[in-house]
Protein backbone atom coordinates (compact mmCIF):
# COMPACT_ATOMS: atom_id res chain seq x y z
CA UNK A 1 0.00 0.00 0.00
CA UNK A 2 1.27 3.04 -0.83
CA UNK A 3 2.22 5.71 2.01
CA UNK A 4 3.00 9.41 2.09
CA UNK A 5 5.24 10.50 5.44
CA UNK A 6 5.31 13.94 5.56
CA UNK A 7 7.17 15.76 8.45
CA UNK A 8 8.65 18.98 9.58
CA UNK A 9 5.46 20.55 10.61
CA UNK A 10 5.47 22.68 14.03
CA UNK A 11 5.09 26.36 15.43
CA UNK A 12 6.80 29.51 14.58
CA UNK A 13 6.73 33.16 14.98
CA UNK A 14 5.53 35.05 11.79
CA UNK A 15 8.77 36.03 9.58
CA UNK A 16 10.08 31.78 10.90
CA UNK A 17 10.45 29.77 8.45
CA UNK A 18 10.02 25.86 8.81
CA UNK A 19 10.63 23.32 6.02
CA UNK A 20 8.36 20.04 5.13
CA UNK A 21 9.09 16.71 4.06
CA UNK A 22 7.33 14.28 2.13
CA UNK A 23 8.45 11.00 1.00
CA UNK A 24 6.20 8.32 -0.54
CA UNK A 25 7.05 4.84 -0.51
CA UNK A 26 5.52 1.79 -2.24
CA UNK A 27 4.87 4.58 -5.03
CA UNK A 28 7.01 4.84 -8.62
CA UNK A 29 8.20 8.31 -7.39
CA UNK A 30 10.18 8.96 -10.78
CA UNK A 31 7.23 9.31 -13.12
CA UNK A 32 4.49 11.12 -10.77
CA UNK A 33 2.62 14.36 -9.74
CA UNK A 34 3.80 15.64 -6.25
CA UNK A 35 1.33 18.06 -4.67
CA UNK A 36 1.60 20.34 -1.42
CA UNK A 37 -1.86 21.29 -0.19
CA UNK A 38 -3.41 23.00 2.80
CA UNK A 39 -6.39 23.32 4.55
CA UNK A 40 -7.15 25.72 7.43
CA UNK A 41 -10.32 25.01 9.51
CA UNK A 42 -13.29 26.41 8.09
CA UNK A 43 -11.36 26.96 4.82
CA UNK A 44 -11.38 25.17 1.57
CA UNK A 45 -8.55 22.86 0.41
CA UNK A 46 -6.18 24.99 -0.84
CA UNK A 47 -3.29 23.94 -3.72
CA UNK A 48 0.13 24.95 -3.07
CA UNK A 49 2.55 23.90 -5.10
CA UNK A 50 3.68 20.74 -7.78
CA UNK A 51 6.59 18.93 -8.69
CA UNK A 52 6.93 16.88 -11.34
CA UNK A 53 9.39 13.94 -10.35
CA UNK A 54 10.55 13.33 -13.92
CA UNK A 55 11.67 16.19 -15.33
CA UNK A 56 11.68 18.93 -12.13
CA UNK A 57 9.03 20.82 -13.41
CA UNK A 58 7.28 22.74 -10.41
CA UNK A 59 4.53 25.22 -9.60
CA UNK A 60 3.92 27.47 -7.13
CA UNK A 61 0.71 29.00 -6.40
CA UNK A 62 0.12 33.09 -6.81
CA UNK A 63 -0.99 32.99 -3.06
CA UNK A 64 2.63 31.67 -1.80
CA UNK A 65 4.82 32.59 -4.36
CA UNK A 66 7.85 33.95 -3.10
CA UNK A 67 7.94 32.54 0.17
CA UNK A 68 7.63 28.63 -0.50
CA UNK A 69 9.75 26.80 -2.75
CA UNK A 70 8.85 23.18 -3.80
CA UNK A 71 11.89 21.10 -4.33
CA UNK A 72 12.81 17.42 -4.52
CA UNK A 73 15.73 15.02 -3.64
CA UNK A 74 15.58 12.40 -6.50
CA UNK A 75 18.15 10.20 -4.74
CA UNK A 76 15.79 9.90 -1.90
CA UNK A 77 13.03 9.86 -3.69
CA UNK A 78 11.56 12.85 -1.09
CA UNK A 79 10.03 16.17 -2.09
CA UNK A 80 10.14 19.81 0.15
CA UNK A 81 8.34 22.88 0.94
CA UNK A 82 10.56 25.14 2.23
CA UNK A 83 7.81 27.90 3.62
CA UNK A 84 9.78 31.36 4.39
CA UNK A 85 8.45 34.66 5.67
CA UNK A 86 5.58 32.67 7.19
CA UNK A 87 2.47 34.24 8.38
CA UNK A 88 -0.65 33.54 10.67
CA UNK A 89 -2.77 33.09 7.73
CA UNK A 90 -0.44 30.03 6.78
CA UNK A 91 -1.56 28.01 9.73
CA UNK A 92 -2.99 25.27 8.59
CA UNK A 93 -2.86 21.53 7.76
CA UNK A 94 -0.42 20.82 4.98
CA UNK A 95 -0.68 17.84 3.06
CA UNK A 96 0.90 15.96 0.36
CA UNK A 97 -0.38 14.42 -2.02
CA UNK A 98 0.22 12.04 -5.22
CA UNK A 99 -1.27 11.02 -8.43
CA UNK A 100 -0.43 10.38 -12.41
CA UNK A 101 -0.24 13.39 -14.94
CA UNK A 102 -1.40 15.39 -16.15
CA UNK A 103 0.12 17.93 -12.95
CA UNK A 104 -2.79 20.48 -11.56
CA UNK A 105 -3.51 21.29 -9.11
CA UNK A 106 -7.33 22.14 -9.97
CA UNK A 107 -9.11 19.04 -11.34
CA UNK A 108 -6.16 17.02 -11.18
CA UNK A 109 -5.87 12.90 -9.56
CA UNK A 110 -4.91 12.39 -6.16
CA UNK A 111 -4.91 9.21 -5.66
CA UNK A 112 -2.96 8.96 -2.48
CA UNK A 113 -2.49 11.51 0.33
CA UNK A 114 -0.52 12.04 3.68
CA UNK A 115 -1.49 12.42 6.91
CA UNK A 116 -1.12 15.67 7.17
CA UNK A 117 0.90 17.87 9.76
CA UNK A 118 0.33 20.96 11.01
CA UNK A 119 1.75 24.21 11.27
CA UNK A 120 0.72 26.80 13.60
CA UNK A 121 2.26 30.55 12.66
CA UNK A 122 2.16 32.95 15.59
CA UNK A 123 1.90 36.57 14.85
Known amino acids: QVQLAESGGGSVQAGGSLRLSCAPS????????MYWFRQAPGKEREGLAI????????FVADSVKGRFTVSQDNAKNTMYLQMNTLKAEDTAMYYC????????????????WGQGTQVTVSS
Open 97 to 112: AAGPRPCTVVGGQYNY
Open 26 to 33: RYSYSSAC
Open 51 to 58: IRTGDGFT
